[in-house]
């Protein structure tokens, strides 16, 4: 990404109905890399907002007995009310009935249609009402249905204006196979040049009145509406100046992000760019799609009822902790699954148990042994030397992990680092230390351990801003320092905390105790009188048949759950990949022999099971610590997965 500036945008949310996890993930993931961006001091802009044309809208509008216009003014409230709640960052939130927008759509059709890039025919094709999409006979599925949402469609023969997207084609292979940035993660590139080896059509960019009135009116034909997509795409950069506001267009575009679904990946993939490219407008620097939250294996639909309501989410267990559930289990691009008892467990193990726990330790220890003042430290030994490693290498990833959008992975690095911090006061034990009046090496343990906390606070602050200000001001920082902490500044070794009076806190994060099954009632019946001892002889004792192991031998085989979060080919090796796994906190790197069966992006995100004790070997050149589990046979080889959710790190047997 470009170092001078960040533009990220999220896509610009329906208002037919109120937003649902999938508008809060989007947008919070936009929201933390805005914080991140601007806590290294990068300029950033960052952009949201709502789509408020179309036949959906005017249909919820007609359901909810209300004009457009007002539905429009009904639903935008419950997005930026939310917003509000999950404490969303955005610089500007758009409205593509805001009139500014409306001018720079009409601009922009006028001048495609004056250099006859959009023409007037004749069209018959399949509808999607839901989709707003047209699609042609042999894109059905099971005869009628649409392949997006596979609803029925309608055909409609109708007069309508088309983009001449199709002169546009071999440009625009060309442009994504030059561009590896362009489309990201790589295999979504793939999906969209799998679809441009079709001939590409023109795209119908009108709606006539009679059937559709709500929306941007033709400016060349004012019996016509504009395409809803057509409409929606130009807010990102009629929300940044283009045709307003020229000094603003060149400071923020071309965009750094635009964060998308994968569902809406042929919109932005091949109409939009198509667009830009007749407007004589710079590309984005990057469409990134990410998956979808699932139920189980279900993708999240109001149809099935499965749709987690974020605003119940966080009333239950505090915004904070929902925004850090979803940056940190689903890896970006992935398809990650939400449950409730994924969210407790990583809640009560991150956060409550790691986080939590060293706070408190660090805070009762130094409000009791040096009346809440911050103690100079001494000079460091081994264990300090490491620590302060530990949380140097949080520092010196992140930014990477932010370049990469491996954020899963940046914050489990910082998460690795506060449980090196437990560690740490295990081992060093300053209650010991206090005990036996070594007042000198208490000081620096308690310095080290609240110096720890304060980076780590730090990096974690553009996820959760509210609890890691409080963390901070439990250390002693005020202002800024505590509100909007420099990440740029980490790499200081300056010491920011010694003389600072600790705040008591109570818990930061409250454990979540899981409701207890009710016992049952034990039966009421007389024990059984026990059998009479007679004096037997005992059995001769019996030799082991071949082949089998004793209960001894088989515990010596230490099997546990590992969470692969990287994973790519070796190259010049065909059936070689190479993992990075986390096993209980330790990240371990591993090689499995199963490329000729699972894609790099197949295998990320899983929960496996590795031989945790097996001596590391090196394969094709690269170590490899541990073995996962797989069984294979004539049709095929499957890694042994953990049904539902489990932690990394959990022992098997």
Not at 346 to 371: E, F, I, P, W
Not at 456 to 469: Q, R
Request: include cysteine.
């Amino acid at each position: 990404m470009n170092d001078k500036k960040f533009y990220v945008s999220t896509p610009i949310y329906y208002v037919n109905d109120k937003p649902h996890i999938g508008h809060a993930y989007t947008t919070i993931l936009a929201d933390v890399l805005a914080r991140y961006h601007r806590r290294l001091d990068i300029p950033t802009f960052f952009l949201t907002g709502t789509d408020e044309h179309g036949q959906k809208v005017q249909k919820a509008a007609d359901e909810h007995r209300m004009t457009p216009q007002e539905q429009c003014d009904t639903t935008v409230v419950r997005f930026k009310e939310l917003w509000k709640k999950l404490d969303i960052s955005n610089d500007h939130f758009i409205r593509t009935t805001d009139p500014e927008h409306k001018k720079v759509v009409q601009a922009i059709l006028q001048n495609l249609f004056d250099r006859d890039l959009i023409y007037k025919a004749e069209y018959e094709g399949h509808y999607c009402v839901p989709c707003e999409r047209f699609f042609t006979a042999k894109d059905l599925v099971e005869g009628n249905l649409c392949p997006e949402c596979r609803r029925p469609t309608n055909n409609i023969v109708e007069s309508n204006y088309f983009f001449r997207m199709s002169n546009y084609q071999e440009w625009l292979i060309d442009y994504i196979n030059t561009h590896p940035d362009f489309i990201q993660p790589a295999f979504r590139a793939n999906e969209t040049l799998g679809f441009l080896k079709q001939p590409l059509s023109d795209l119908c960019i009108s709606r006539p009145k009679s059937r559709l009135a709500w929306g941007i009116e033709l400016p060349f034909d004012n019996d016509y509406v504009c395409y809803v997509w057509f409409d929606a795409l130009i807010n990102y950069i009629s929300g940044v100046g283009y045709m307003t506001d020229e000094e603003k267009f060149k400071k923020w575009w071309p965009v750094s992000y635009h964060l998308i679904g994968k569902d809406i990946l042929t919109t932005h993939t091949v109409y939009w760019p198509t667009m830009l490219k007749a407007m004589g407008v710079e590309m984005p620097q990057s469409i990134f799609a990410h998956g979808w939250w699932l139920t189980g294996r279900e993708k999240m639909s109001k149809s099935l009822g499965n749709v987690v309501n974020p605003m119940e989410m966080c009333d239950r267990y505090g915004v904070d902790a929902f925004r850090y559930f979803l940056m940190a289990e689903m890896p970006l691009g992935q398809d990650a699954s939400f449950t409730e008892e994924a969210f407790v467990t990583r809640y009560n193990s991150d956060l409550a148990n790691d986080l939590g726990n060293l706070l408190s330790r660090v805070v009762k220890m130094t409000l009791r042994q040096t009346n809440g003042v911050i103690p100079q430290p001494e000079a460091y030994g081994e264990d300090e030397k490491d620590l302060m490693a530990e949380i140097d290498r949080a520092v010196a990833e992140l930014p990477q992990m932010l370049d990469e959008m491996k954020l899963n992975r940046g914050l489990e690095v910082v998460m690795q680092a506060i449980r090196a911090g437990n560690r740490y006061m295990e081992k060093t034990a300053p209650w010991t230390l206090a005990k036996k009046g070594e007042t000198g090496r208490l000081n620096t343990v308690l310095y080290c351990s609240a110096e720890l906390l304060r980076k780590a606070a730090t990096l974690l602050h553009p996820v959760m801003p509210h609890k890691m200000t409080e963390l901070l001001e439990a250390l002693g920082m005020t202002g800024e320092a505590a509100a909007n902490p420099d990440i740029a500044q980490l790499n200081d070794d300056k010491n920011v905390l010694s003389g600072l009076k600790m705040n008591d806190i109570l818990a930061l994060f409250l454990r979540i105790q899981a409701e207890e099954p009710a016992a049952k009632p034990l039966p009421q019946e007389k024990p059984a009188k026990p059998a009479k001892q007679e004096n037997k002889p005992q059995a001769a004792k019996t030799e082991m048949p071949e082949g089998l192991i004793t209960i001894d031998e088989f515990f010596r085989t230490q099997l546990k759950t590992a969470k692969v979060m990287e994973a790519e080919r070796v190259e010049g090796a065909d059936k070689l990949l190479k993992l990075q796994i986390d096993v209980g906190g330790e990240m371990r790197q591993l090689v499995a022999g199963v490329a000729q069966y699972y894609a790099p992006e197949q295998i990320l995100g899983k929960t496996i099971v590795i031989v945790a004790n097996l001596k590391p070997a090196k394969i094709r050149g690269i170590e490899s610590q541990g073995m996962l589990l797989a069984a294979k046979n004539a049709d095929g080889l499957k890694i042994v997965t953990i049904d539902g959710n489990m932690p990394s790190g959990i022992s098997i047997g």
